[in-house]
């Protein structure tokens, strides 16, 4: 008998996280002292301020209950200090797991309701995460520019130009290196932001699109054909579309799986098996992300145990060795296997 998937199996392998929010990953800890030191606190205790930032079991359910944590972020990530500072302890936490290539994605336009322009927003995750290359030995991080899908089409096409003049590229470290949409799925097809992504792709950012995780596979064909995005977030409808099976297989579009956030958005049904295991039998290249590590409660290493109880250790070491491949922070190098110390 070998013994259960823990924690330490995955500890010393250095990985690279490719989904993961700013607003759902602030440690609630840090979120509490902000919310003190702006005299913003909505609760006497911090264990009160911790029940707002978490799911909690009974809130489980759908994508809409999920989408309700950011709210209490929101109040203070509308300053610049903030966000670099909330930048950099998520960057922190993630290297404490082994993280050593770190995407997180934000949406700049609803972190300027205090008077920040969308470039400031944007820099100041940029600045929070120059600070995590420059004090973490061997880190590197990229911004994805996310589109709420709420906002519109037309709101969507003025922030890919923002996150194009602020691309890598341009940067001596880090820069945007990615284009999303992201909130409230259903209603707002991929289609409709073409004209974004199109944007985006000519000023070379990475697509990648949350699609199939609250609304149908016709999304992620959409995200594919209409869009052409090379990574998919969630895509768990697609399981119930053998041909979109093969065809991500075939193009070998990654799918960003994040498995606790999925059970809690109802994406995957609680007691089946996470469509990691469907995903990987049609030959679909994946990645196992965090998505919100605070509002979700979890991590890095929580997230390869889970996908481990499915798949089996090797096959999790598998495609952490392969993830560095998908990312799009351009010059990511993961020169071992073996983390460094700090
Ligand atoms: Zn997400």
Known sequence: MTSPPSPEDFLPIEKVELHQHVDGSMPAAFTWELMLANGLAPVKTFDEMQRLLVLQDHEEGSLLDYLDKFHYPLWVTQFYQNIADATFRIAEEAYSKGVRGLELRYAPNIHTYAGLTLRQAIGSVLSGMNRAERELQGMRCGLIVIA???????????????????GQ??????????????????????????????????????????AGEDGAADYVWQAIDDIGATRIGHGCAALNDPTLMKRLARDQVVVECCITSNYQTN?????????????????????IC???TTVSNTDQLEECVLAAELIGVDAVHQI?????????????RIPSRRTRRR
């Open 267 to 287: 994406a995957a049904k609680r007691g089946e098996p996470h469509p990691i295991v469907a995903f990987l039998e049609a030959g679909v290249p994946v990645a």
């Open 320 to 332: 952490l060795a392969a993830t560095p491949s998908y990312s799009f922070i351009r010059g990511l």
């Open 148 to 166: 709420m899908r709420h906002f519109g089409p037309h709101i969507a096409k003025i922030l890919a130009r923002q996150a194009i003049s602020e």
């Open 290 to 292: 965090t998505d919100n």
């Open 169 to 210: 590229q341009f940067h001596d470290r880090v820069g945007v290196v990615g284009f999303d949409i992201a909130g409230a799925e259903r209603g707002n097809p991929p289609v409709l932001f073409r004209e974004a992504f199109d944007i985006a792709r000519k000023g070379r950012l990475g697509l990648t699109l949350h």
